[in-house]
């Protein structure tokens, strides 16, 4: 098992950042195209799925501090290797600092196939939160340039 934790800075408020993590129709701009369903309640059944419907992950919310924190597990479904491990957990902290947000997300308990499964992706998916809310256009990412 093993951890992932990434921290940034956002210029935004905690209820801005809120709303960006837990609206499907703001999710679909930065988490690879994927809405993100929850009532967001503690127990509540979370799922990351295409427009389709294909689901790509699911989880419960086990804790919440609407809008500073966030506690769900992560289960990816769609990846068989990932598939067969337990869950995960993966919590957001939200910390209001002046004009912008420390925001904290702290990935555990990964098992070796989620373990690749997210390799780079949350910095991917954190960047583009960050560039959706400082500028309110997604961010369009391509492959390198050549040195």
């Given at each position: 098992?093993?951890?992932?934790?990434?921290?940034?800075?956002?210029?935004?408020?905690?209820?801005?950042?809120?709303?960006?993590?837990?609206?499907?129709?703001?999710?679909?701009?930065?988490?690879?195209?994927?809405?993100?369903?929850?009532?967001?309640?503690?127990?509540?059944?979370?799922?990351?799925?295409?427009?389709?419907?294909?689901?790509?992950?699911?989880?419960?919310?086990?804790?919440?501090?609407?809008?500073?924190?966030?506690?769900?597990?992560?289960?990816?479904?769609?990846?068989?290797?990932?598939?067969?491990?337990?869950?995960?957990?993966?919590?957001?902290q939200?910390?209001?600092?002046?004009?912008?947000?420390?925001?904290?997300?702290?990935?555990?308990?990964?098992?070796?196939a989620?373990h690749?499964?997210?390799?780079?992706?949350?910095?991917?998916?954190?960047?583009?939160?960050?560039?959706?809310?400082?500028?309110?256009?997604?961010?369009?990412?391509?492959?390198?340039?050549?040195?």
């Amino acid at each position: 098992m093993s951890e992932r934790r990434l921290e940034l800075y956002i210029r935004c408020t905690p209820v801005e950042l809120w709303s960006a993590i837990t609206d499907p129709d703001r999710t679909r701009l930065y988490w690879y195209g994927a809405l993100n369903h929850s009532d967001w309640t503690p127990g509540a059944r979370w799922t990351s799925e295409s427009d389709d419907g294909a689901l790509f992950l699911e989880g419960e919310i086990i804790e919440l501090e609407r809008p500073h924190r966030l506690l769900h597990t992560f289960h990816v479904v769609h990846e068989p290797a990932a598939a067969a491990e337990a869950p995960s957990r993966v919590e957001w902290q939200i910390t209001p600092m002046g004009d912008a947000c420390r925001l904290v997300l702290v990935h555990t308990e990964l098992g070796r196939a989620a373990h690749a499964y997210t390799d780079g992706g949350w910095e991917l998916i954190l960047s583009g939160l960050k560039t959706l809310l400082e500028t309110g256009q997604p961010l369009k990412v391509g492959q390198p340039a050549p040195m």
